[in-house]
């Protein structure tokens, strides 16, 4: 069974930091592709980073150099490094392959909320 599973959200104010993680199963991680999105509510979720099986990442615009994907194949799993974080960063974190997106597959994902 396919499973993704995130964690490590939370309350931080602005400027502080978190390191989310996306635990694998079911796939095989090590010719798999992640990437996070994050949601708010009434929009769209949002691709906002992106881990290629060899370690090859791309951000989007508005969080490029200040979070860092990364990712451990002997765990099997990725990290989203947050830095500097914003009010506009406040949403629900997923993590996901093409593969199961394609499905339909989401997680729980986990909620960030930056605020003072």
């Known amino acids: 069974q396919v499973q993704l599973v995130e964690s490590g959200g939370g309350l931080v104010q602005p400027g502080g930091s978190l390191r989310l993680s996306c635990a694998t199963s079911?796939?095989?991680?090590?010719?798999?592709?992640i990437d996070w999105y994050r949601q708010t509510p009434g929009k769209q979720r949002e691709l906002v980073a992106r881990?290629?099986?060899?370690?090859?990442?791309n951000y989007a615009d508005s969080v490029r150099d200040r979070l860092t994907i990364s990712r451990d194949n002997a765990k099997r799993t990725v990290y989203l490094q947050m830095n500097s974080l914003k009010p506009e960063d406040t949403a629900v974190y997923y993590c996901?392959?093409?593969?199961?997106?394609?499905?339909?597959?989401w997680g729980q994902g986990t909620q960030v909320t930056v605020s003072s």
């Open positions: 996901n392959t093409e593969v199961m997106k394609s499905r339909g597959y």
């Open positions: 079911g796939i095989d991680f090590s010719i798999s592709g």
């Open positions: 881990i290629s099986y060899n370690g090859i990442t």
